[in-house]
């Protein structure tokens, strides 16, 4: 039995033959910040903390205004709790689709807009995650592996941002979480079947990036974000040859390399030579030179954010110049941390299990069933 601290808080990692003792801890997820109306719907029915509604009630319109508040039903509140016996969904201006809810939601005023923040337990807030980040009709251990690794990112997250307002962010920040409408019976298996556990070190939550393709080698977290965790390596990987971006090409003019540059804050004129100054350990792009009337230097994970995650899928590229501009020529697809969503596939396919899995992409490590 393993026994530490964690943020102020107890965790309890415990190899037990079941999930015994787990108590599915709450989430607050953001799922919103907006400064536009939007409207909350039930098909059976709404209550609202402090507003009095019709009984039966379906849909509330929401206007935010400000740091004045929140309007909705007449009344002007700076917080709102909304609640349904089933599901709450989420109208968004110009969005074709609700997106649904289990939980329930809260809306609250912020210096950005009103945020709308689903409280909802670890194990069903998964279910919104797993549709969101794989296809759940995969091998099922691939999927068991991503609602480890999901889970233990959320839990971490928990911990590490309690005192806030919300614990995780919809988004490739976070997690890609969809509600209700990604949730089907194989995420639900999958969820049920590895129900409390988690990837530790050392008696902690282990902090578990993953990402798309690793393009054949994986990276260190602290060539992107200065963060030093001894259970990951840059490693060749041998599965996931088939994944969409496994092979790439890319061409920016130089008309869009000044649109980056001075987007950067870096003059952007006469750019007449862009190449790769320095790489990490796994090969990956690190930093940027741009080379005209004098020479500028930029981070590489920069350029690919000001660029576009989807025009520059990862930093393990090559560049030449071409006619009009440079060509940009990579392999695989996200920051190449952790876990290989498509390697894992490939894995599970072969027949290895999602504990086997876990442990060729984090060493060393633990698995076992969290109580905290």
């Known amino acids: 039995m393993l026994k530490s601290l964690f943020f102020g808080l107890s965790l309890l990692l415990v190899a037990l033959?079941?999930?015994?003792?787990?108590d599915n801890p709450q989430l607050r997820v953001l799922l919103l910040t907006t400064r536009q109306p939007f409207s909350l719907v039930a098909k059976e029915g709404l209550r609202v903390q402090g507003i009095d509604l019709n009984q039966g009630q379906n849909r509330l319109d929401i206007f935010p205004q400000?740091?004045?508040?929140?309007?909705a039903a007449g009344n002007l509140l700076p917080r709102l709790s909304v609640h349904s016996k089933g599901l709450i969904g989420l109208i968004q201006p110009g969005q074709k689709a609700t997106l649904w809810y289990d939980g329930f939601l809260e809306v609250r005023t912020s210096t950005e807009g009103a945020q709308v923040i689903n409280h909802?337990?670890?194990?069903?807030?998964?279910?919104?995650?797993?549709g969101g980040e794989i296809k759940t009709n995969w091998p099922i251990e691939a999927v068991k592996a991503q609602a480890v690794?999901?889970?233990?990112?959320a839990l971490y997250r928990r911990y590490e941002r309690g005192a806030g307002a919300w614990h995780l962010k919809n988004g490739a920040t976070d997690q890609m979480y969809q509600g209700k409408n990604v949730s089907d019976p194989r995420a639900r298996f999958a969820i049920d079947k590895t129900r409390g556990l988690v990837v530790s070190y050392k008696g902690r939550l282990a902090q578990t990036f993953y990402h798309a393709d690793c393009g054949g080698v994986t990276e260190l977290p602290s060539a992107l974000w200065d963060l030093h965790l001894p259970y990951y390596k840059v490693q060749e990987v041998h599965y996931g040859q088939n994944a969409p971006n496994a092979r790439w090409q890319t061409f920016l003019s130089r008309a869009r390399i000044r649109e980056v540059l001075y987007k950067a804050g870096l003059a952007g004129d006469q750019i007449e030579q862009l190449e790769v100054k320095t790489r990490s350990e796994s090969g990956r792009a690190a930093v940027i030179d741009f080379q005209g009337d004098y020479t500028q230097e930029l981070k590489a994970q920069d350029f690919r954010r000001l660029v576009g995650y989807k025009k520059l899928p990862s930093l393990l590229f090559d560049v030449e110049t071409v006619e009009g501009g440079f060509l940009f020529t990579g392999q695989g697809s996200g920051h190449g941390i952790g876990l290989c969503q498509w390697a894992a596939k490939e894995m599970a396919e072969e027949g290895l299990s999602f504990e086997q899995i876990l442990n060729y992409f984090y060493q060393p490590i633990d698995l076992g069933y969290y109580g905290g």
Not at 17 to 22: F, H, L, S
Not at 66 to 71: A, D, F, L
């Open 149 to 153: 690794l999901a889970r233990t990112f």
């Open 17 to 22: 033959p079941a999930w015994a003792g787990y």
């Open 120 to 130: 909802i337990d670890t194990e069903r807030y998964l279910e919104g995650v797993l």
């Open 66 to 71: 400000g740091r004045s508040g929140i309007e």
